[in-house]
């Protein structure tokens, strides 16, 4: 059985369309927030604007910070250079090759 015939569509409200205490409400509703990188926190070699600011605003808020990429091409230490460009001092980074480690890890030692 498919689950979208279980559970009934909900149309969710943009953000910027809540109250202020809504907004506020939706923000302590989580505890992480993953965000891809490429096309999200910048396009390119590019920032897009206040994305720094919106980090460093949630983990002020206690929230951890994930970022996600597929970008296999890009080293660890490039997403860190491209951190500090935006202001923000740490995030860790999931990327194919750590998700790849981990599922092996976890194959391996559940066979065992």
Same mark, same amino acid.
């Given at each position: 059985?498919?689950?979208?015939? $279980? ?11 809540? %109250? ?8 302590? %509703? ?8 490429? *096309?999200?926190?910048?396009? $390119? =070699? ?7 600011? =919106?980090?460093?605003?949630?983990? =002020?808020? *206690?929230?951890? *910070? ?8 890009? =080293? ?16 860790? $980074? ?12 976890? $194959? ?5």
């Amino acid at each position: 059985m498919d689950c979208r015939t $279980i559970m009934p569509a909900r149309k969710v409200p943009h953000i910027l369309k809540l %109250s202020p205490q809504e907004q506020k409400e939706f923000v302590n %509703s989580f505890d992480v927030v993953m965000c891809d990188c490429d *096309g999200v926190m910048w396009l $390119i =070699a590019s920032p897009l604007p206040r994305t720094g600011e =919106a980090v460093n605003a949630l983990k =002020a808020g *206690g929230k951890k *910070g994930l970022c996600v990429t597929n970008n296999s091409m890009r =080293a660890d230490d490039d997403y860190e250079h491209k951190f500090v460009g935006i202001r923000v001092k740490y995030l860790q $980074i999931v990327s194919q090759t750590l998700l790849r480690l981990c599922v092996g890890f976890m $194959i391996h030692y559940m066979s065992h």
